[in-house]
């Protein structure tokens, strides 16, 4: 019995040491290879081929470049653009369509739910270009506004099912005090309900604000014109004319540029979005 039980509590301690080799050498990767990125954005291009990082010394002016000259600039503000609106959107369309499916009980409550994870279940792709025909019919096409329409109907469907938890982990005296105090549905809604939700339209807008940032695939259908491309495809863009300008120091500072605001956003809120994440699943 005990000559099973130290085997069993061996080889526990084997996958357990296994388990945070595998993840320490792949975050010793990452951390390499974004590194090696950053040093080189701070590099000549003749530095970079040589192998020698920062040999020339530090060169802020690649950055510089890549915000005039390449036109990161207008790239950044254009994600910017869409990322912060599509956000905005979502959360005033979702919030209270997954309120009303998580609190109040009608017929097709269910039904909706399974469709909802159903289109979770779609790609994206299959359906970009259907509506891209939609919209060159209408004559929407090179248009912002048909782009943020097109990333809020693409993640509407996640973003309901993850607001769904959190509105059914209320307690339901709030709702039922404010209505003694004369409150309306739609003002105990926005003035109760929505504060409380909180923490998951938080976790909820920081996913799709990263989802839409480094989209791609939508942004190259539908914005083909320079001045409307967010920073994915400028980034495309910049690695295609690279080719005849050998600036591959412009290119790593457009790459560092474009990973900033992700990192930053994870660093500052990654354990807001962890325990949030976690409070939504244990009350679930």
């Known amino acids: 019995m005990l000559n099973r039980l130290g085997k069993k509590i061996i080889i526990d301690k084997f996958f357990f040491i296994m388990k945070y080799i595998i993840m320490s050498t792949w975050c010793l990767l990452i951390f390499i290879c974004i590194g090696w990125i950053f040093l080189a954005s701070l590099s000549t291009t003749s530095d970079i081929f040589d192998g020698k990082l920062l040999n020339s010394g530090v060169n802020f002016k690649n950055y510089y470049k890549a915000f005039v000259n390449n036109r990161v600039g207008i790239y950044f503000l254009n994600s910017i653009i869409y990322s912060s609106v599509s956000v905005i959107g ?9 309120y009303a499916i998580a609190r109040i009980d009608f017929k ?48 509407i469907p996640f973003t309901i099912f993850f607001l769904i938890s959190f509105f059914k982990n209320i307690p339901h005296t ?54 409307l491309r967010p920073l994915s495809i400028g980034l495309f863009s910049m690695i295609q ?40 699943g244990i009350n679930e």
């Open 108 to 155: 097709l409550n269910d039904i909706l739910k399974r469709i909802f994870v159903l289109a979770m279940g779609v790609p994206g792709i299959m359906i970009v270009i259907p509506l891209f025909g939609i919209a060159a019919t209408l004559k929407l096409i090179n248009n912002r506004f048909i782009l943020i329409l097109v990333y809020i109907a693409m993640h």
């Open 174 to 227: 709030f709702e039922e005090a404010a209505t003694i105090d004369g409150c309306s549905p739609f003002r105990a809604f926005w003035n109760i309900m929505f504060p409380l939700a909180s923490p998951g339209i938080v976790t909820v807008s920081i996913f799709n604000f990263i989802s839409i940032w480094n989209e791609y695939f939508t942004a190259l259908i539908f914005a083909s014109k320079t001045n």
């Open 241 to 280: 004319s690279m080719k005849y300008t050998n600036d591959f120091s412009g290119m790593f500072a457009t790459v560092i540029i474009v990973l900033l605001p992700t990192i930053f956003i994870y660093i500052i809120l990654s354990k807001k979005i962890i325990s949030n994440i976690t409070a939504g």
């Open 90 to 98: 979502l959360v005033l369309l979702c919030s209270p369509a997954a």
